[in-house]
């Protein structure tokens, strides 16, 4: 593995751990961003739930409007800001599924209000009226009373395999500090970049 993607990721890893002492609401927080086969662009928030070497996970519903996007534009990026530390972290890369047995190892993490919710929720389909999700999600509450809940099958995971990572420092008088660790060919490169 290339020495520059190691400084990268390590980087990335002591900022997120700094970041993860801190008291903020939802510091895992990342804007996904995403676009169909025509190039139509969707941002949201979405939650990390891991990195490595591999890259940075998260999960969704295939069934969603990132998950048909993923599936026509297998590209994302990613973009974490912290303001609390003045810092953030835009990566961009391609898109993978993690396997099945690491889908099925999270699910089993998740509290059972949440599974029930992901089988409730028919995520980005129009919706009538709220009372509809909520019977929804009582009569899967009842159906699921005795015992584990298995993972539906749209419910899965995502890896951003990064080929970019840019880190963004806030400086006074607006002279920030931006570095990017970029995959050229085989390797990767770090720049220093003008804010």
């Known amino acids: 593995m290339s020495s520059v993607y190691v400084e990268a990721l390590n980087r990335f890893a002591e900022w997120y751990e700094r970041v993860m002492k801190l008291d903020v609401p939802e510091p895992t927080a990342v804007i996904l961003a995403t676009s169909d086969g025509e190039g139509r ?6 939650l990390l739930k891991s990195f490595d070497e591999r890259g940075f ?3 969704s519903n295939s069934q969603s409007i990132k998950g048909r996007q993923l599936e026509e534009n297998p590209r994302a990026a990613l973009c974490f800001y912290w303001p609390e530390l003045r810092r953030q972290v835009h990566i961009e890369g391609s898109v993978e599924q993690i396997s099945e047995n690491q889908i099925d190892s999270y699910w089993r993490t998740r509290d059972r ?3 029930i919710g992901a089988w409730a929720s028919e995520q980005s389909a129009p919706l009538e009226r709220r009372e509809i999700l909520e019977a929804r999600f009582r ?3 009842g159906k699921f009373s ?3 809940i298995p993972r539906p099958e749209h419910w899965v995971g995502y890896r951003v395999v990064p080929d970019m990572i840019e880190f963004w420092s ?3 008088h607006r002279l920030h500090e931006r570095v990017r660790y970029r995959l050229e060919g085989e390797e990767w490169e770090k720049t220093l970049l003008n804010p």
Request: charge should be negative; hydrophobic fraction near 30%.
């Open 41 to 46: 662009p969707s941002a949201r928030t979405v």
């Open 57 to 59: 996970v998260f999960f």
């Open 113 to 115: 209000f949440s599974q």
């Open 139 to 141: 009569e899967r509450e």
């Open 146 to 148: 005795g015992g584990d």
């Open 170 to 172: 806030g400086r006074e």
